[in-house]
């Protein structure tokens, strides 16, 4: 008796194996089918209107706040890159309403540019909006109408459009800027800092608070997370 | 090859495939773009529409299939075995396909995604296809 195997433990016949496969084959075709009728293939949806209000906030190249700010918030960033859209759009406008504007803490934009040809050339141009101390409008701007990833839509008619919009932004010699020798330098070299650094995507933060070193925080995923990581590092 | 280290080799590559998509769904839930070792291509990858069915990433049905593998080949009936080998051959297929988006679609390659759809989804299915050819 102990001989003998229960028929359930023996291995399938044939014919099963073969019907399980061809179900296995029926399932895979009927996944990448649903896969496609299903897929999204509309970019982000544009937003027309400035989501937060820089107004009278000091700027000074890549940083946004009170230069004797305490806390500094350093953001590594690509133009292109949809979580960074995400935290644009979400997370900043509160942060800055509550920390920014007040003069508490500074934000310091580093451009970490590895998506692809679109990102390298947002990233040329916002460092030239820095050289005009415009630099927050014009990526606050590029991310509300950010389109699908290499697509080219980082364009020169939409970054016309865009810094058209933004006052005091001079148009002519923003694009000088963004095509000069210095920028270019200044962007490739912010590219290749970041990596050796072991920025491991973007975007990653980086609070600082005076001089001491900066530390890396948790990629924050809404405003509360990140005004209680900011609010430590005010009591810090 | 024994069915011993069969099955053993099957819970290895399915802890590995388990870890890329596990990685993969993690960054996509983090809202982190995922940085490649070479050039911006799982961002790319990641990020398309292809990368989600119905809201769901396709990193996850990885982990669900690999977790429903891992779970099978520790069950171990004859029922489990083929269980286990129809999901790896699903996993294959649908692996190729999203090889071929990203080669000719897509136009970027993730080091993550062609780890997985070369060398992971491909030897979990040899593994336990095989490991129907011997008894329990």
Redesign the interface.
């Known amino acids: 008796m102990a001989a003998t195997?229960p028929a359930?433990?023996?291995?399938?016949s044939g014919l099963?194996?073969v019907l399980?496969?061809a179900?296995?084959?029926a399932?895979?075709?009927a996944?990448?089918a649903?896969?496609l009728f299903?897929?999204?293939?509309?970019g982000p949806t544009s937003v027309p209107t400035p989501v937060v209000d820089l107004a009278g906030i000091p700027q000074q190249g890549t940083v946004l706040g009170a230069p004797e700010a305490k806390v500094t918030l350093i953001e590594y960033a690509?133009l292109?890159?949809?979580?960074?859209r995400?935290?644009a759009l979400n997370v900043f406008p509160a942060i800055v309403d509550a920390n920014v504007r007040n003069g508490l803490v500074k934000t310091e934009f580093r451009g970490f540019p590895?998506?692809?040809s679109d990102?390298l050339k947002a990233q040329r141009f916002v460092l030239a909006a820095g050289l005009q101390n415009k630099l927050w409008q014009l990526q606050e701007a590029l991310y509300r109408n950010q389109g699908q990833?290499?697509e080219g839509w980082v364009t020169d008619e939409l970054l016309r459009e865009l810094a058209g919009e933004i006052p005091g932004l001079d148009v002519e010699k923003l694009f000088a800027d963004a095509e000069s020798n210095e920028v270019a330098s200044t962007a490739e070299t912010g590219f290749t800092e970041a990596q050796a650094a072991g920025?491991?995507?973007?975007?990653?933060f980086f609070v600082k608070i005076g001089d001491a070193a900066p530390y890396v925080l948790q990629?924050p995923?809404d405003s509360a997370s990140l005004q209680a990581a900011l609010d430590d590092a005010l009591r810090g | 090859m024994s069915d011993r280290a069969l099955r053993i080799a099957a819970a290895v590559v399915a802890l590995g495939g388990l870890g890329v998509a596990g990685y993969l769904t993690w960054?996509h839930f983090?809202?982190?773009?995922?940085?490649?070792l070479s050039?911006?291509g799982c961002?790319?990858v990641q990020?398309?529409?292809?990368s989600?069915?119905?809201g769901i990433p396709?990193a996850a049905l990885g982990v669900a299939a690999y977790a429903a593998i891992l779970a099978l080949v520790a069950w171990d009936?004859?029922?489990a075995?083929?269980a286990a080998?129809?999901?790896a051959?699903?996993g294959l297929?649908?692996s190729g396909?999203l090889l071929v988006l990203q080669l000719f679609v897509i136009d970027?390659l993730c080091v993550w995604c062609v780890a997985n759809d070369v060398v992971i989804a491909p030897a979990l299915a040899v593994l336990t296809s095989l490991r129907?050819?011997?008894?329990?």
């Open positions: 195997r359930a433990e023996k291995r399938p099963v194996v399980a496969f179900v296995a084959v399932a895979a075709v996944l990448v649903v896969a299903l897929r999204d293939d509309g690509d292109q890159c949809p979580a960074c995400s935290y590895f998506i692809g990102s990833e290499n920025i491991p995507g973007t975007p990653t990629t995923s | 960054a983090a809202d982190t773009s995922v940085i490649c050039g911006g961002e790319t990020e398309s529409s292809y989600e069915i119905a396709v009936t004859p029922a075995r083929l080998a129809v999901i051959l699903v297929l649908f396909y970027a129907l050819r011997t008894n329990a």
